[in-house]
């Protein structure tokens, strides 16, 4: 451990700005993960980004917290520096974290690097998720089960949203409605009964958030949603749902990485049966 290591061990934490957006792309890339600006912007915007400076320049560490009310928060995008690991700045980050936002409840899902460091936190795995990857934009057979949403379907999905999530997402769906490839909505004689967004931040579109009142409605969302996306696709496949992984496959998906969910607090919030894939790892 080099001479600074006690100066970095107990540097301030201080909530990181759009100023500081060039220093989170150099701590990614620290850990070979990838720049995704447009992400990191809707981050900025609806979530808490905290960080640790380093003396010699740059961040130290950062991680990016986003409540849902007082009910749930998602935290993300959790990362120190290779020369600064194993002096407790992760540990310091993800409880200060979770301090800011005092939720009833804390959603992640966690590397292999992170999980050791969650449990100790007292987080607990209830699942896990495989990404999927397309090797070219898809062209799903079959009808279109949905059509895109307007401004005038806000309303109708976040009170979908609100009873499957459980936990307010305005400010995110909001934003999703204006800015994604493409949202899609299921109608059925009561109302709004399912909802999918196809949202590109790198050279693939996350399929997601998909919400809907069963699987086969969900699979149709994806398929529409894979169709109208022109580009290719990225599905995060929860194992609660092998229907998921088992479309993922007949597509010709490739299976990427793998990372546990894992939650503090109370359990999840909401009826989760509805509620298929998540916005992104950082968001729930
Ligand atoms: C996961 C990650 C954020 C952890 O950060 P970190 O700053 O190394 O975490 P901490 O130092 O708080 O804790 C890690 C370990 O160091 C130990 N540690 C803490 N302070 C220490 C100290 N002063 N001296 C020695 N070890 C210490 C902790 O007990 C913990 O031990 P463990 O590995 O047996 O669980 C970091 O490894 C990382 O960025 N990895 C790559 C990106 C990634 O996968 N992020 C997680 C996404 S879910």
């Known amino acids: 451990m080099s001479s600074d290591a006690p100066a970095i061990s107990t540097a301030p934490i201080r909530r990181l700005t759009l100023d500081d957006l060039q220093g989170c792309f150099l ?28 003396p010699d320049g740059g961040l130290a560490g950062m991680v990016v917290c986003t409540p849902y009310g007082r009910e749930l928060s998602a935290i993300g995008m959790m990362v120190v520096a290779k020369r600064h690991e194993r002096r407790g700045l992760g540990g310091r980050l993800m409880r200060h974290a979770m301090e800011q936002s005092g939720t009833a409840t804390t959603w ?5 690097f992170g999980q050791p460091l969650y449990e100790k936190l007292g987080f607990r795995i209830i699942s896990q998720i495989t990404t999927y990857l397309s090797e070219a934009h898809l062209l799903p057979q079959g009808d279109l089960v949905s059509r895109q949403a307007t401004q005038a379907d806000l309303p109708a999905i976040l009170e979908l949203d609100r009873a499957a999530f459980g936990a307010p997402r ?22 709004i009964t399912g909802f999918g967004a196809s949202w590109q931040t790198t050279e693939f579109a996350c399929l997601s958030p998909v919400v809907a009142e069963d699987m086969d409605a969900a699979l149709g969302l994806l398929s529409d949603l894979a169709r109208v996306t022109p580009c290719r696709v990225r599905i995060d496949a929860d194992h609660r749902f092998p229907r998921l992984h088992a479309w993922a496959e007949a597509h010709g998906l490739q299976k ?13 919030p909401g009826d989760r049966a509805r509620v298929f894939t998540p916005t992104m790892m950082a968001l729930g």
């Open 27 to 54: 701590l990614a890339t620290d850990r070979d993960w990838p720049v995704e600006e447009k992400k990191w912007h809707l981050l900025f915007e609806i979530g808490s980004v905290y960080g640790i400076d380093d």
């Open 108 to 112: 992640l899902t966690a590397t292999a």
């Open 170 to 191: 305005a400010e995110l769906l909001t934003r999703l409605l204006a800015r994604a490839e493409a949202f899609r909505v299921i109608d059925s004689a009561g109302g």
């Open 256 to 268: 990427g990485f793998q990372n546990a969910v894992m939650i503090h607090g109370e359990p999840l």
